[in-house]
């Protein structure tokens, strides 16, 4: 009986141990980042439909990402970005029209990523909203325009750079495609598509 009782307590041990060195490797690995980016407004489409023309001038903006990944390859992700630029529609009745507002996107994501050494490429899709929030000031020439909130789809594709084991320098093409915003006025719908090309660089933290 002693003999059985000693066993178990040395299994009981190496159990714990083993647990303990499990623990420890899962707790090193990092599963989580979080990153900032600067991207540009630097291919802003000309919009055309229902007699209207829409199309936005070029800006600078800021994109703040956490990724968590479920898998050496497999990712999730969620995005925020913001940035202002002006909207500008021409029509019969309302030439030279300007809206400036306020960008900002809110979006998930799936990430899929691959490892070669210290090179790390990527790809993703997901879903988001694009909110634009007109600014009465004196860039805009229409008043009581209202808030858009436009529903889309984000796709994208970059390259990451491993500095270190917690830093690397992230580069990538994102996508968002929606519907054209008209800001509330009926006569400033094009009834079109359009593609927000957003490039982006910045630097992502590993914990």
Do not use: C, W
């Not at 000309?46 to 990712?75: C, D, E, F, H, K």
């Not at 202002?84 to 998930?108: D, M």
């Not at 490892?115 to 009465?136: C, D, R, T, V, Y």
Request: overall charge positive; charged content about 15%; cysteine-free.
């Amino acid at each position: 009986m002693k003999g059985f009782i000693k066993g178990m307590k040395k299994t009981i041990v190496l159990g714990a141990l083993l647990l303990f060195a499990a623990a420890s490797g899962y707790a090193q690995e990092s599963r989580q980042d979080v990153s900032l980016s600067a991207y540009g407004l630097v291919f802003e489409p000309t919009i055309n439909g229902n007699a209207v023309q829409l199309n936005g001038t070029g800006s600078l903006g800021a994109l703040a990402s956490y990724r968590y990944m479920l898998t050496p390859r497999s990712g999730l992700e969620l995005n925020y970005s913001f940035t202002q630029n002006v909207q500008k529609y021409n029509t019969s009745f309302a030439p030279n029209v300007r809206i400036h507002s306020r960008q900002q996107e809110l979006s998930g994501a799936y990430v899929y990523t691959l490892n070669f050494k210290n090179f790390n490429p990527f790809a993703e899709l997901g879903i988001g909203g694009m909110i634009f929030s007109p600014l009465q000031d004196y860039r805009t020439n229409y008043l009581d325009s209202v808030q858009n909130t436009n529903v889309g789809g984000l796709f994208g594709a970059g390259m990451a750079y491993e500095l270190s084991p917690s830093f690397d320098i992230r580069a990538e093409y994102r996508g968002f495609v929606m519907r054209a915003p008209n800001f509330g006025f009926d006569n400033f719908k094009t009834g079109r598509y359009e593609v927000i090309t957003m490039p982006s660089i910045g630097l992502a933290y590993h914990f």
